[in-house]
């Protein structure tokens, strides 16, 4: 199994420091998420040869190895022009996988949770697209549910995943989006079950049940204001079950990736990251394949 850091905490900092950082906080893998100088969110990417070159340079001296790349795009968007423009841009996310050697990326089904049959049928007008780029320069894709997607819940993500019946097409849990994957009853095993062998890849982090207290967990201004809200913080700060979720994936002998995603801390960010790799490692490595 792969331990990777989600480095959005150190987003401001250079490529190459955010590598040494992490290298520095004892990881051997980085998922390398959204930043502006990059792969900003639903933009082109900012990517040239010698960017390519600093990344792979860092990597080599640092001792850390990219495990995936997080492109985000509107693929599954309303609108014909974005789903256009984000095509495009996963054309080119693809190119610097190939060039980075990185052989997987993992997104989201993003889309409006307001209009899902509509952004459904954009998503596979994308998926038939792309998939056979994909194919052809041999990368794989992990793909998540997130809060508003078209897709927030845990069945349907995976129902649509098989559906797309490509061994190279799989399922990321994301722990942060418990609570909204089955509609507050936060049952992780259940859910993981159903994922089965296309789990192959999770992220970390603690969250509250929006659904508790008859849905006032979170206190919105006005009442009924349409947002999504979650969180992305240390174990034990939430209330995701984490005894449950550790037990499951060590019987399922899970030897994906996880990538370790706290976003809420950028004030104590080498705290964060140092506690989530020690707690992961004591929780999941004991049993790894790795």
Not at 28 to 56: G, Q, T, W
Not at 146 to 161: C, G, K, Q, S, W
Not at 171 to 189: E, L, N, R, W
Not at 240 to 269: C, H, N, P, Q, Y
Request: glycine letters at 4%.
């Amino acid at each position: 199994m792969k331990i990777a850091l989600d480095p959005t905490m150190y987003k401001h900092l250079p490529l190459k420091k955010m590598v040494d950082k992490a290298a520095e906080l004892g990881y051997e893998y980085i998922e390398l998420s959204p930043r502006d100088d990059f792969l900003p969110f639903y933009k082109y990417p900012r990517v040239d040869k010698a960017k390519i070159k600093e990344i792979k340079d860092a990597c080599r001296d640092a001792g850390v190895q990219i495990t995936s790349l997080l492109p985000m795009q509107h693929w599954a968007g309303p609108e014909e022009e974005d789903r256009e423009a984000a095509v495009r841009n996963w054309k080119r996310c693809i190119e610097i996988a190939v060039e980075l050697d990185v052989d997987l990326v993992n997104s989201e089904f993003t889309g409006h949770s307001d209009k899902p049959y509509k952004c459904e049928q954009m998503f596979m007008r994308s998926m038939e697209e792309l998939m056979p780029i994909f194919e052809r320069e041999g990368i794989k894709l992990d793909i998540q549910a997130h809060p508003f997607d078209f897709i927030e819940r845990n069945h349907e993500a995976v129902d649509l995943i098989r559906g797309l019946d490509k061994d190279w097409i799989n399922y990321f849990y994301s722990v942060p989006h418990t609570f909204f994957y089955d509609d507050g009853k936060g049952d992780i095993a259940a859910m993981l079950d159903y994922a089965g062998d296309k789990l192959t890849h999770i992220n970390i982090a603690d969250t509250y049940n929006h659904r508790a207290s008859e849905n006032l967990r979170y206190i919105v201004n006005p009442p009924g204001a349409n947002v999504t809200v979650h969180q992305h913080l240390d174990i034990g700060q939430g209330e995701i079950d984490w005894d449950t979720l550790f037990s499951k994936l060590r019987e399922m002998k899970f030897d994906g990736i996880a990538t370790i995603a706290v976003f809420a801390w950028f004030d104590r960010a080498d705290e964060s990251s140092r506690f989530m790799l020690e707690r992961v490692k004591r929780e999941l490595l004991q049993t790894s394949a790795f």
